[in-house]
């Protein structure tokens, strides 16, 4: 088994990507800062073994630091969804600089997805940061979770981060989805000044870094 890369210097190779040049409110875009990136996937690599000889979906990917982060713990294949076409080119320059064949990018609405997929080509692992579902897109983060739980093969798992304010009702919405849900670290997400009404250079929100195993 190949030796796993130290947290650290994930952390670096993360650092390098490219974000959003231009992020667009409606879609929540804001990247998944280098080190909270390389928290979770190296703690899903060491803790779980849930990414190296896995088939892993980025879904809402963005940039691609997750999917790119799995890719360099060794998933087998990785593949990023995105509707943005704009973050998707970012996407492909930042695997393009990795020389990363194992990573391919589909730009659709998470809606469709379920229905593009057979059953072969499911997957091992979901690792995700969708949008929070604040403001227009109230529900999407459960949307989001729904939808990597139909794209799992049986006992496949799903890794996300969401409000901390929401964790209540991931709980509840658990035993309907069929999981064992838990939350494995509680993180301060600092939130760039990315958008226009932010006033400060960042903004600290409580999030939670939640697993979701299928039953
Ligand atoms: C919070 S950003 C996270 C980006 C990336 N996963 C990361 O961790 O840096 C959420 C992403 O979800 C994408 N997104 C929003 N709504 C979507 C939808 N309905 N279908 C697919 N992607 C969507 C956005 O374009 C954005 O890239």
Known sequence: ?????????????????????KPKILLEQYETRAHIAA??????????????????LDLGCGCSVLGIGSALLGATYVLGVDIDEEALQISTSNINQFELSEVDL???????????????????????????????????????????????????????????????????KAPGWKVEARVLAQLRYDLPATYKFHSKSSVDIEVDFWRFLKK
């Open 106 to 172: 589909v730009q659709c609405d998470v809606r469709s997805l379920p229905q593009l997929l057979s059953e072969t080509s499911k997957f091992d692992t979901v690792v995700m940061n969708p949008p929070f579902g604040t403001k227009h897109n109230k529900g999407l983060d459960s949307l989001f979770v729904e939808i990597g739980l139909q794209c799992l093969s049986d006992k496949g798992v799903l890794y996300s981060l969401h409000k901390t304010s929401t964790r209540d009702h991931f709980h509840r």
């Open 39 to 56: 928290c979770m996937l190296h703690t899903i690599e060491s803790s779980y073994g849930d990414l190296s000889q896995k088939r892993v």
């Open 1 to 21: 088994m190949a030796k796993l890369m130290k947290r650290k210097e994930l952390e670096q190779h993360l650092q390098d990507l490219d974000g959003f040049t």
